[in-house]
């Protein structure tokens, strides 16, 4: 019985030396892990106040930051666990064993962030922008490291994911500082047509948004069953191409109704013979 009692002391023993002896290894582990931590999140800060520095599209902002955050992550993990002494190579191993488990199971993923790399890269668009892009239109917010975040004009927030994003054709509307609104009026066959495109030039004229240079355009389109249309061309900034092309709406409706220009609708004419 005394030498039962006096192994499992010994083993005890054993066991306390062992824990004592690697108690500063834990602990030395720990700091790294947590001053680690801080030191990423302290780069994270620097980093984003070089973004602000260069003045760096606020859409690429997010991606860029989640990729150093996990690289800055990991790094810190291999340190903690190189002083806990488990070796680089058998933690690389594990690592690349559950990335590619991962990588099986999130291949969608996976894509997703490649597809954000790739419009970072390629930069067919910048937060602020206007674009169409899987038959979306709205106000680019962010590009983060699933999605590219737009808000629609009735302010809806729209999630394309990266790969959608990067894989469509995209429509970038706000690239150019300027647009060309392309409207067309019908007017029936009887109505004076040149008095119903001096009156369209006049309103054009007279509005200010758009602009001179180029010259808009005002002529005959097209001869229709019921109707002549008119073409009309008119370069506009940007910003202001849906506010033209309401005001000419308006304006022009107005205009053929005071100067008596009807606008026809389809008509059939029906013979009976008796």
């Known amino acids: 019985m005394g030498n039962v009692m006096e192994q499992i002391t010994r083993f005890f023993t054993e066991i306390g030396g062992m824990a004592l002896s690697f108690l500063p290894t834990l602990l030395l582990a720990i700091v790294i892990l947590v001053v680690g931590l801080i030191a990423?999140?302290?780069?994270?800060?620097?980093?984003?106040k070089a973004f602000d520095k260069h003045n760096l599209d606020k859409a690429a902002r997010g991606l860029l930051r989640g990729v150093l955050k996990v690289i800055l992550l990991m790094v810190?993990?291999?340190?903690?666990?190189?002083?806990?002494?488990?070796?680089?190579?058998?933690?690389?191993?594990?690592?690349?064993?559950?990335g590619l488990a991962i990588s099986?199971?999130?291949k969608d993923s996976l894509s997703n962030i490649a597809g954000g790399i790739l419009l970072i890269i390629t930069h067919p668009f910048k937060?602020?922008?206007?674009?169409?892009?899987?038959?979306?239109?709205?106000?680019?917010?962010?590009?983060?490291?699933?999605?590219?975040?737009?808000?629609?004009?009735?302010?809806?927030?729209?999630?394309?994911?990266?790969?959608?994003a990067s894989s469509s054709t995209i429509v970038n509307v706000s690239a150019m500082p300027t647009r060309r609104?392309?409207?067309?009026?019908?007017?029936?066959?009887?109505?004076?047509?040149?008095k119903a495109c001096q009156l369209i030039l006049d309103i054009i004229s007279?509005?200010?948004?758009?602009?001179?240079?180029?010259a808009p355009a005002v002529r005959m389109s097209a001869h229709n069953a019921s109707s002549i249309d008119i073409g009309v061309k008119v370069w506009v900034n940007s910003g202001d191409y849906f506010a033209l092309k309401g005001d000419l709406?308006?304006?022009?409706?107005?205009?053929?109704?005071a100067n008596g220009i009807s606008i026809p609708f389809p008509q059939l004419e029906v013979t009976l013979n008796k």
Request: charged fraction near 20%; aromatic fraction near 6%.
């Open 127 to 164: 937060a602020g922008d206007v674009i169409t892009c899987g038959g979306e239109t709205g106000v680019v917010e962010e590009i983060g490291l699933v999605y590219t975040t737009i808000i629609t004009v009735d302010n809806k927030k729209i999630y394309l994911t990266n790969n959608q």
């Open 249 to 257: 709406l308006e304006d022009v409706k107005a205009a053929f109704d």
């Open 104 to 106: 099986l199971s999130l």
């Open 181 to 194: 609104l392309d409207m067309e009026f019908s007017i029936a066959y009887g109505a004076d047509y040149d």
């Open 76 to 98: 810190v993990i291999m340190s903690a666990a190189s002083v806990l002494g488990i070796p680089i190579s058998t933690f690389i191993a594990v690592l690349s064993a559950v």
């Open 206 to 214: 007279k509005n200010e948004l758009a602009l001179t240079d180029p």
């Open 40 to 48: 990423t999140k302290l780069i994270l800060g620097i980093v984003e």
